[in-house]
């Protein structure tokens, strides 16, 4: 390997060779669109829909490596976060780059806690929604509406001004998704506690009834808090690179933030755990595992929570989950489903089809069942993944502010329409 890595181009149109230089695995755009550049012709393009082999960032918040599954915030292994930490420490880490020390810790978890509430006319806003509306079309919108409450969210370059926008999104996303689960059943909106930890507070705004004080089963506050952290970051996938994608414009983190969970809200991204639980429903029970797997080989269909776009290994948050199901199953009995997922897991792990194509279980295997045996409906599952997020997605959106090298999201086009056509008025062509 030399010192200073190069590509060689040869423009076979031209004959003509090019040097681009190689910078941390990638060659530059820029570069590239120079081949072939004349005043009548645009240079050389990529073309990658869905950005699989671009990237569009230097980001120091998350490493993936996909082959060997492995997951590190700030370089820190997610399985020692989900031991050893809590979400707050680790969204605090998140987003400032380092952990925090004592002092540091205990003024963000009060600040955090000191924001959880909401002003007035956002919970008649929640409340003017329909009783069927989805919690994410309600929470998309309360995020963004979040942003008319604090207009000083615009001035994106204030570092004061960011912190504090940081802080009262991280603070009030779990009042506002508990809202939207309330409203769903018709049930009063429960104000925050703030004598509570962030997920104790979170399932006493839930599951509150008339009890003066909520308290919650620290094993369930403990299984969130881990389920908290496994979800807080994943790099640039779809929801965060439509928060970059939209911070890019330098709009306020609230508007960004909201276009996060417009993209989580779709099926392909955050409703994998949902299409699991279905597909062991329809399993029904242990003894049609072995059926099924074979349909699925047969291409009939597919192993829903198995395999994932970057893990070609266990996905690493898979196998925590997995624990955190029998603290929450200690709480509320097992989920009977949990017996088929095991076994559909034993078998598709030894069987050659899935050990071939590397496809292993991913988060979605086991947090649908979890969330199922806390009395979740299937639409909440995305606001349980919408609330941790949040810490990840201002993480990277803070670093995209800041990042010289960043500019206004504008892909190129390939343009496969007509030209230079001659309008005809309508009343000549309908005559
Ligand atoms: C996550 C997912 C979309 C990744 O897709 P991808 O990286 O584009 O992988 P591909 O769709 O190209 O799949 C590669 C091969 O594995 C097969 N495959 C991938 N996931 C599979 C699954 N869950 N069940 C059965 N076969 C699967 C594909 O059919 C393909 O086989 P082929 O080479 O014979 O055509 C895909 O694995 C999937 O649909 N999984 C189920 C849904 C899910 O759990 N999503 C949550 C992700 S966190």
């Known amino acids: 390997m030399t010192d200073n890595p190069t590509l060689t ?43 699989t082999n671009t990237a569009s960032c230097r980001s120091a918040v998350t490493f993936i490596d996909g082959e060997k599954g492995i997951l590190e915030y700030r370089g820190y292994p997610i399985e020692q ?21 004592k002092e540091q810790h205990e003024k963000w978890v009060h600040e955090i806690t000191f924001h959880t509430f909401v002003h007035e006319n956002l919970k008649s806003l929640m409340q003017g929604f329909r009783y069927d509306a989805h ?25 004061d001004l960011r912190h504090e926008q ?26 925050p506690d703030n004598d509570l930890t962030y997920t104790e507070n979170f399932l006493s705004m839930l599951f509150k009834m008339s009890e003066h004080t909520y308290e919650p089963d620290p094993r ?9 952290i496994l979800h807080a970051d994943h790099e640039q996938n779809c929801s965060t690179n439509a928060v970059r994608s939209v911070g890019s414009s330098q709009v306020d983190p609230y508007s960004a933030v909201s276009a996060g969970i417009a993209a ?52 690493p948050r898979a196998k925590i989950i997995k624990k955190a199901c029998d603290d929450v199953f200690e709480v509320t009995g097992v989920n009977p489903l949990l017996e088929i997922a095991q076994e559909l897991e034993k078998i598709a792990l030894e069987d050659e089809y899935f050990v071939k194509r590397k496809l292993y279980p991913n988060v979605d295997f086991y947090s649908g069942l979890i969330y199922e045996a806390l ?15 949040t810490s990840g997605w ?19 086009q390939i343009y496969t329409g007509d030209r230079g056509l001659d309008f005809v008025p309508a009343s000549e062509r309908w005559a």
């Not at 919108?141 to 570092?159: C, H, N, Q, R, W």
């Not at 009042?175 to 009063?188: C, I």
């Open 9 to 51: 181009v040869r423009d076979n149109r031209t004959g003509e060779e090019y040097e681009l230089p190689i910078t941390d695995g990638t060659i530059s755009a820029s570069d590239l669109g120079k081949i072939g550049k004349t005043d009548d012709q645009a240079g050389i393009a990529l073309y990658d829909p869905g950005f």
């Open 81 to 101: 976060l989900a031991e050893s930490s809590t979400y707050l420490e680790v969204a605090y880490l998140l987003i400032h780059g380092e952990l925090p020390t």
């Open 135 to 159: 919690p994410m079309g309600m929470l998309l919108s309360s995020v963004g509406a979040l942003s008319t409450f604090y207009p000083e969210a615009t001035k994106i370059s204030d570092v």
């Open 166 to 191: 940081m802080v009262r999104l991280i603070a009030k996303m779990p009042t506002l998704g508990a809202w939207a689960f309330r409203h769903a059943q018709g049930k009063p909106y429960v104000y």
């Open 220 to 228: 369930l506050a403990k299984a969130l808090e881990v389920l908290f």
């Open 264 to 315: 989580l809200y779709g099926p392909l991204h955050g409703g994998a755990n949902e299409a699991v639980l279905r597909m062991l429903k329809r399993i029904g029970s242990k003894d049609k595992v072995g059926e099924f797997i074979e349909g699925v080989k047969n291409g009939d269909e597919r192993l829903m929570g198995f395999g994932h776009r970057v893990y070609k290994n266990y996905d």
């Open 375 to 389: 009395q979740f409906p299937p639409e909440m599952f995305t606001v349980l993944f919408a609330i941790p997020r």
């Open 394 to 412: 201002l993480a990277q959106w803070t670093e995209l502010v800041d990042d010289k090298e960043q500019k206004i999201a504008r892909p190129k």
